[in-house]
């Protein structure tokens, strides 16, 4: 049917005239005719619209989202993004009041009606608004649903992002992994990770704690993020103002800051110390892709197709190694020309700790890889003919190679982050990326197919100085894309990032790490006022 | 609705949550993008009135679908012949499809969300500049000086790409489920 479709070009034109809005009554009568007796069009028409439809849905949320963030009006933007009209905006703020209703007509009568996600004994706090495809929450025995009603008590997002807003309309947007527990009804506490808050007039006070920090909105856009520990968290304002409140053991307030707009405070638990300090260009700053960085790019130019010899050190490879599985000789190799990359080496601690960057650091953290690599550091697709869009089960990855590093285990490479910071002269914060395990071939020799019918594993790292920041172990295709999110502090020198092979080998371990980011802004000291 | 009626907290989140499935739905039917949103609305406002019939554990979608086909009817007697397109006969057939294709709504548009992020960069801003800021076919082309049906043409190859991929993944997703 598509062949017949896809050649007639009057059809074409009927049918995108009239997803263009631009058919003549002649055209629509045409269309008519055709479609009357011919069921097999018929459906092709209706799938078509559809997906006319939800392009259209899709893109002018983000769209909508995107210009209302941008002009400030941030809780329309959030609620826009998932649910586009005005109209619809309506039946939104319906659902705030339809959720208390529902919690209070459950309540009265617990018999009557299906249960709701989430609806208990204690008042709701919030509702969850939004979460994206990737979302993956924890510690819920209840599938999370769009609109469902949050009590108090945390809420874990392994993965992904999701949105809850408060009945008091503040809106907080979660990413993932983060937890954040819901402690009232304009109030909460960040356990790890990182949020964004927007908070309208009418939430003003809205307010969450992260160890020893409280931040209290005064009616603005802010960012927070703190690790497990507390020892370190960090509040960022975009928009109007907030006030920092450095807490006791027992919970009273110590100290109280206002910060406006671009200001950022940074508390190190370590040092029982606030700092300040201000954003130079707001939001966004300046993104460095490793991918260019590897083909010998400055981390802007969106540089692909050469590689990085993980055995050698060698750069600029643009042809397959010629033997593609090969043993590293546990050393760390410099990469000679490109300031921005240390080095590379094969991962393994069969013979003990290796060395992991040029200024002698070593770790023991890898265990016994077997200490053979497959193939190179690839940026972007790498010449496996294999690796070709619509090779891999399942998933076609079109359109997406250009942001892969190619990292077939057991390779490691090391970043210089000075350099980073030299070059660009401004501080690198953080580390983004998302790694996949892509599904191994159809025909894949039964040799590497595991008796038990499990998949094949590999171990993703991020280490930092020598000091693990980020370590997934024995991912596998069916876990997704592994999210990988590492704020990086002032003082942090190497960044390596590695993947070895798992408990199973490295064979048939197609490990991509897609659109490996730094990201850098600057943070000006300034004086602190009480 | 009946007196003292208040729609429960699962009937907003079931509203809510077909609402890009309902517009998939109008769209299907009456072909003006700017047309359904305002028969959405409408439905929108019919659907919340008439909460009160609707039976929980029945297809909350499948109900919401025969709503919006009356209203769809409606319209048609109270809109310029020029905004709906296809006479009563041809649109109950098409209505029936369009159903059970919202049936795999959510599924579809993740899927799509999916398949939009491994187009070529040149094609997702072409449906960014239509899609998302509004931009005619007729302007695009004009703008890119090329000939209007070959603009056409190339909006149809990456939405036929586009249904391919979604059906792909689709197919994929309801196997690793059996």
Known sequence: MKQTIGNNTELIALIESICAGEGSEAQRDQLAGLMQDDAVLRRFYVDYMQLHAHLRWELRARRLAEREMQSGDVRKATWRARLLTGSVLAVAAAIMLAGLIGWYYRAASPESGPPASRVGTTPPVAILTDFSADAEFSGT??????????????????????????????????????????????RGRLIKGRLQAYVPAQAKGFSVTAGRLRVVDLGTRFSLSTDEAHEHAQVRVLEGRVRVEVLSAQGEVVSAHELDAYQVAEWSSAEQRLTFGSMASGDEGIRVDLADLVAGGDGTQDQRGKALDPVTGASGMTEA?????????????????????????????????????????????????????????????????????????????????????????????????????????????????EAHYLTPLKNMPAAFRRADGSSLRADLWVIVDGETRFVKRGFCAADGPIVVDVPLERGDRMLTLAVTGGVDGIEYDWVVVEAPTLHLWTIHEMPKTP | MPDGFSPTEAFAQHLTQCQPALYGYIISLIGDSDAAEDLLQQVNLVLWRKAGDFEAETNFKAWACRVAYYEVLTARKRFARDRLLF??????????????????????????????????????????????????????????????????????????????????????????ES
Not at chain 1, 362 to 374: A, P
């Open chain 1, 141 to 186: 025995s209840e599938a999370m649903k769009l609109g469902g009603v949050l009590e108090h008590g945390a809420l874990n997002l392994k993965a992904g992002k999701a949105q809850v807003m408060f009945n008091s309309t503040a809106v907080v947007d979660l990413t993932g992994p983060c937890a954040f527990e819901l402690t009232g009804l304009n």
């Open chain 1, 321 to 433: 190694a010629a033997a593609p599985s090969r043993s590293g000789d546990h050393r760390f190799h410099p990469v000679k020309d490109m300031p921005m990359v240390d080095g590379v080496f094969v991962p393994d601690n069969k013979h003990g700790p290796i060395q992991i960057d040029s200024l002698g650091r070593r770790f023991n953290g890898f265990g016994d890889t077997g200490g053979e690599c497959y193939d190179l550091i690839w940026s972007g697709i790498p010449p496996d003919k294999r690796v070709s869009p619509g090779s891999l089960k399942g998933v076609d990855y079109a359109g997406r190679g250009d942001q892969w590093l190619w990292m077939h285990p057991n390779k490691a490479v090391t970043f210089d982050l000075a350099a980073v910071e030299q070059h660009y002269a401004v501080p690198v914060r953080r580390l983004t990326a």
């Open chain 2, 87 to 176: 006479d009563e006969s041809l649109l109950s057939q098409i209505a029936v499809d369009a159903a059970a294709a919202t049936e795999q709504s959510e599924t579809r548009r993740r899927a799509l969300r999916q398949c939009m992020d491994r187009l070529s960069p040149s094609h997702r801003q072409l449906l960014q500049r239509h899609y998302a800021n509004d931009e005619t076919i007729k302007s695009i082309a004009e703008s890119l000086s090329r000939p209007l049906q070959s603009v056409y043409q190339t909006f149809f190859r990456i939405r036929v790409s586009l249904l391919e991929c979604v059906r792909r993944q689709y197919t994929d997703a309801t196997e690793g």
